[in-house]
């Protein structure tokens, strides 16, 4: 994409309301435009950084055997009733309105009901098990504050997932490997080294919930983490029994500030049971089914990115999800022979599939830097009267500038 | 995608209270599932084709220069009160309700007002002119009636894009444009022989306004088509003035109902004027910004494209909607060499890029055959002891069988 033709531009200053870092970068970059507290809109970089994020966790779904759906936000009073999740006293972020007709209806924040309720229709028979759906979905909560930008919103994306078992041996095999699965999106992200599965506390049916919390001085939550382990116990359940029977010991955790960027809720067969979603098991007798929740915020994902990846000049993103793979800074434009080399070279780099911002603007050297470095993309590519026939590449990461041929570039560009 | 897996089932009665035939035949294929009226969820073939209609919408966009976007569904009350357009007397079908802290807010049912407000940190110089974004997204409207299945929704997805441009003959280019990249879509979405740029109405900078109608008894508008030139005339400004204005002969024009599936709206300067957006022209002078918009339903898309294209048996996807291009029907698979066989088909059309369904329940061939009717995939293809090397070839739209090897079908598929 030609720079000229983006849209946005970027601000040196970040608005005086916005505290949170994420935010400040995301808005200075031209990432994503501030409607309200806690309601951002996505521009057309944003846009592309959270595809990158979707593409990667809709491969990990897929590749489980979960299906893609789409619910509606809008969500039936009486249905939520019947789990009596309707109440601001059980449930106290619900966007609640009517229908022209006096019906009451409320905007979701979660989907277990309206699923559970639909799958009334699709699930009979233990052969119809076991059955798992994810969905990417804006939620709408009405949190009473909302200042940490992307990390905690009144509107943002969700991926959430619902399982539907026979048993509970059935459902522990598939929450086996969504741990494993959301751990490779966490990779996948550029997270390995900061995501940590961590012990909460448990519901009705299990000792432990698990969440998975990222290591980040702008969470609100605490964790202790034993990080050879690669585990975690939240702050919430920390005493010397659980220590014990996670197998841990004290000396090796360490107390960190974390967001939590996934959680799972093991509901057992409760919903089921409320809803009346049961099934004919291989002996003919009826049976509840066993009920999953998976979450992983998207929008908070890429603002735990950005809290943990950047530095006083900007954002530094993993290659998995930077919006594209080289920025393109053309000097001397003015010069007709960089002018031709540097669209050259730009339409080498799309015509082999990589992702190029060309910074063609008719602005300083010194504007297009700082802007680079806003914006974060991993690989600066400087073409100019001063790099004859080669070009020099700086990632973002590194201090570290190489003059290479193009061909070189790109070699190193498609492993 | 092996058919066993997909977690919907189609069904012989579609529900008692939904009287629109897309409706019917989406829900009873497993394409859609109602929330409650004109809120319906999407499933995995449903999900499907609408991703397939996004991404042509999308395609045509680009290219006439658009960029995505995503704007947010809240709204604030203080910014469509400076338009006047919060007030129920204006706009009936805001869904409403409140932050906690007692801050009124709306759900975004259009999107003129915060992408103008956005613009005002944007655009600052004729240089940053034109300027045309888009967006698919969730739109909310609290529809008095909600009884046309996925063709009037309380709750749907709409392509919407709006153009900022310096004057009105930048604005009219632009404008031409969309009208040929909307007949575009139309066209690649099965629908050419069925939608007609249609004059309404103007507002108060032109003497018409321009929408898209597809021809459908489900439409609820009245149009006047002449076929021939591939123009029509809404019912509301059909008279002699009109006819002659627009240079048609009224024996030519045919009376039809029709379906509204995209719109256009010049508001020239005045919702610019009202925000204060405004820009620095060539000659140092201030002036206010050219505003259009845009409008592609998508799911009302979807919905139209069932509508016209079914019969008794179930819906007729054209090529390039359908949720996969081939079903492939497996019959006799306890024959150990027949379900080799259709396991070896399956791989190489998958291996080829092409999209297969392949029935590989355990349920009676007339089952399969009335799924597959139903649920209306281009190609219907069996595999069974009887096809013997050969596989037979129906089309959904043809009652004609071809007996074919498989290499002769992927190259026809392959075109």
Same mark, same amino acid.
């Given at each position: 994409m030609f720079q000229s033709k983006l849209f946005t531009k970027s601000k040196k200053e970040s608005p005086a309301?916005? #505290?949170?870092r994420n935010a400040q970068l995301l808005i200075r970059a031209g990432y994503i435009y501030k409607e309200m507290a806690g309601a951002y809109a996505f521009l057309p970089l944003g846009l592309r950084v959270i595809s990158k994020i979707k593409s990667i966790i809709a491969d990990e779904m897929d590749t489980i055997g979960s299906q893609e759906i789409l619910m509606t936000a809008l969500q039936r009073k009486e249905l939520w009733e019947v789990t009596d999740r309707w109440s601001d006293e059980n449930v106290d972020v619900w966007f609640k309105t009517e229908l022209k007709g006096g019906q009451k209806i409320g905007f979701g924040w979660s989907h277990e009901e309206p699923i559970s309720e639909m799958m009334k229709q699709y699930i009979?028979?233990?052969?119809? #098990?076991?059955l798992y759906v994810y969905q990417f979905q804006t939620k709408f909560r009405n949190e009473l504050?909302?200042?940490s930008g992307i990390l905690r919103g009144r509107e943002f994306v969700m991926k959430d997932m619902y399982s539907y078992c026979k048993d509970a041996d059935q459902h522990n095999a598939f929450y086996k490997s969504v741990i494993d699965a959301y751990m490779n999106v966490f990779s996948r992200v550029g997270l390995s080294d900061y995501v940590f599965v961590t012990s909460a506390s448990g519901g009705a049916f299990t000792e432990f919930s698990h969440e998975f919390q990222a290591i980040s001085e702008a969470g609100e939550d605490t964790i202790y983490v034993d990080r050879s382990k690669k585990i975690a116990i939240n702050d919430e359940i920390y005493n010397e029994k659980t220590i014990k029977d996670l197998g841990l010991n004290e000396k090796d955790l360490e107390k960190v500030a974390s967001i939590e960027v996934g959680n799972i809720f093991d509901f057992g067969t409760k919903k089921s049971e409320q809803l009346g979603l049961s099934f004919t098991k291989e002996d003919g007798n009826s049976e509840y089914v066993h009920l999953g929740s998976y979450g992983i915020g998207v929008t908070r994902l890429m603002g735990t990115i950005v809290e943990i990846f950047n530095d006083a000049k900007g954002i530094i993103w993993p290659?998995?999800?930077?919006?594209?793979?080289v920025h393109m800074i053309g000097l001397n434009l003015d010069k007709s022979d960089v002018l031709a080399k540097a669209n050259d070279m730009y339409e080498k780099l799309q015509s082999a599939g990589i992702e190029v911002l060309f910074d063609?603007?008719?602005?300083s050297a010194g504007e297009k830097f700082a802007d680079s470095d806003l914006i974060g993309i991993p690989y600066r590519v400087i073409v100019s009267a001063k790099t004859a026939g080669k070009v020099e590449v700086k990632r973002r990461d590194s201090s570290e500038a190489r003059m290479l041929e193009v061909e070189e570039l790109m070699n190193e560009l498609k492993k």
């Open positions: 309301d916005e #505290l949170s009979h028979s233990y052969k119809d #098990l076991p504050r909302s200042k290659d998995s999800v930077a919006p594209f793979a063609d603007r008719d602005v």
